[in-house]
């Protein structure tokens, strides 16, 4: 028998909000599901979740229920833009950012269900270096963090690499830079991110690239469009392109683990 190939499972996390994080993982997938990926696409603010809202989609089940019995994992899925499944999270919901043992467990099981039928799970965390986002970050095979060029989205993207780095061992980080307004704002605030995590933790971060700042992305919002969709030509569709095509390619880290079950399984 052939064993399955490994799901590529990327965690797009931030530290900060307001960074365009949701937003790049909506266009990701879209991108990846483009090259012929089966891609989901799951919701990881699981308590303030919101990209069914920003597409203008209705979840009848969501992440909650899968915790509580009341559904199986593909009862969430909402078919989204480019055949992208969506796996909602409840919205206002204390609990489901305080899950216990048992709970996250039920997690893992739920999404191993799903290793033979996909190739990429996209999980968008909540901001933040909450409990949640850590393990949801560190369970994952490539961690991206999305920055940009100011004080406080640097001095939290860091602080989110220290937490992993120091407690959970994780040294590979691949940095995007959002909404740049020049062709060197993205290599030079990269520079800024790498030199500190390499002077105080002797970790050395990879550069995923650079999107720049594009009111066609705040005009495909208001539509609850995908940019990459509503306005392919746009700059920043044009820039995800290269990105996409080369996460697409780089090797999937699984510690030599199968399927999504290493997804979380590392955890709890």
Do not use: W
Not at 26 to 37: H, V
Not at 212 to 230: C, E, G, R, S, T
Not at 235 to 245: D, F, N, V, W
Request: proline letters at 4%; hydrophobic letters at 45%.
């Amino acid at each position: 028998m052939v064993s399955p190939e490994p799901v590529r499972v990327i965690a797009v996390t931030s530290g900060k909000g307001g960074v365009g994080k949701t937003n790049l993982a909506i266009n990701l997938s879209i991108e990846l599901a483009a090259k012929g990926r089966r891609v989901v696409l799951m919701d990881g603010d699981l308590g303030l979740a919101n990209i069914d809202a920003l597409l203008g989609l209705k979840a009848q089940y969501t992440l909650q229920d899968v915790i509580e019995s009341r559904c199986e994992i593909r009862d969430t899925f909402i078919k989204g833009p480019a055949e992208v499944l969506i796996v909602p999270a409840a919205s206002g919901s204390q609990g489901m950012v305080q899950l216990n043992t048992a709970q996250h467990a039920g997690l893992v099981y739920a999404f191993d269900e799903l290793a033979k039928d996909i190739d990429v799970l996209v999980v968008d965390t909540a901001s933040g270096i909450g409990h949640t986002v850590i393990n949801l970050a560190k369970a994952a095979s490539e961690v991206l963090i999305v920055v940009c060029d100011e004080p406080a989205s640097l001095v939290d993207a860091y602080s989110l690499i220290k937490l992993l780095y120091r407690q959970q061992g994780t040294t590979h980080f691949k940095v995007l830079v959002n909404m740049t307004r020049s062709s060197g704002e993205g290599a030079a605030t990269f520079a800024k991110l790498n030199n500190v995590a390499l002077e105080f933790l002797g970790v050395a971060l990879i550069y995923a690239g650079a999107l720049p700042y594009d009111d066609d992305v705040k005009k495909a919002m208001q539509k609850k469009a995908p940019v990459v969709l509503a306005y392919p030509k746009s700059k920043y569709s044009l820039a995800l392109k290269p990105i996409a095509c080369t996460l697409d390619r780089a090797p999937i880290n699984t510690a030599g683990q199968k399927g999504v079950t290493f997804f979380l399984t590392r955890n709890f």
